[in-house]
């Protein structure tokens, strides 16, 4: 398959429609599918799936999960199939950007580790399923979302690397900030032993 070269107008435009996708608040489309009332006033108020899954739904909390990384494999896989590499990776970038700060909701959107972990495996997947497993790794023993969360940015540019995936590199390493700075709060909490653990309201 030849190597497509992307311009700078087909980067923005991809960059335009990852925003798109990503910008998608399926927290708040999937608990008001669910019944479950208004998203915003639950929990934290994030739009993630950490947050859904205190609305006491493993459903939603699962579809949620499925449709933010999904976005971002499919700003991925589109810009790939269409425009090349270079355009899939402006395209996965803006729809992490666009989960994070949606236009739709003032700016103010999720942590964006479902859709970095999406936007991941289609990147490069085995990377990708790496990350995955670091993050149910560090989940699973500590009991604390936040901490599989921000162990699995963290890990993304280390399995790059070693998985020669080059290319991913500073992607990865620019995600795993933004994840670090949109998880301040749960770093407090973490510090001060006050985080809250899994299925704990």
């Given at each position: 398959m030849p190597v497509i070269e992307s311009s700078a107008a087909v980067l923005i435009l991809w960059a335009v429609i990852g925003y798109g996708l990503g910008s998608v608040p399926?927290?708040?489309?999937v608990t008001r599918a669910f019944g479950l009332g208004n998203l915003r006033q639950i929990?934290?108020?994030?739009i993630g799936?950490?947050?859904?899954?205190r609305t006491g739904s493993k459903a939603a909390a699962a579809l949620t999960l499925l449709l933010d990384g999904g976005k971002g494999a499919a700003a991925v896989l589109l810009a790939r199939s269409l425009a090349g590499e270079d355009a899939a990776q402006a395209a996965?970038?803006?729809a992490f950007l666009g989960h994070c700060f949606p236009v739709w909701l003032g700016f103010k959107g999720g942590k964006g580790v479902a859709t970095f972990l999406g936007l991941l495996l289609a990147l490069a997947w085995p990377a990708g399923i790496a990350c995955c497993l670091t993050w149910l790794a560090a989940a699973a023993a500590s009991r604390i979302s936040s901490m599989g969360?921000?162990?699995s940015a963290l890990s993304a540019p280390v399995w790059a690397f070693v998985l020669g995936y080059q290319a991913v590199i500073a992607l990865s390493v620019l995600l795993?900030?933004?994840v670090f700075v949109r998880h301040s709060?749960?770093?407090a909490r973490l510090r001060a032993g006050t985080e809250p653990r899994i299925g704990q309201k």
């Open positions: 399926f927290g708040l489309v929990g934290s108020g994030n799936t950490t947050n859904v899954l996965g970038l803006m969360a921000l162990v795993a900030a933004i709060a749960n770093i």
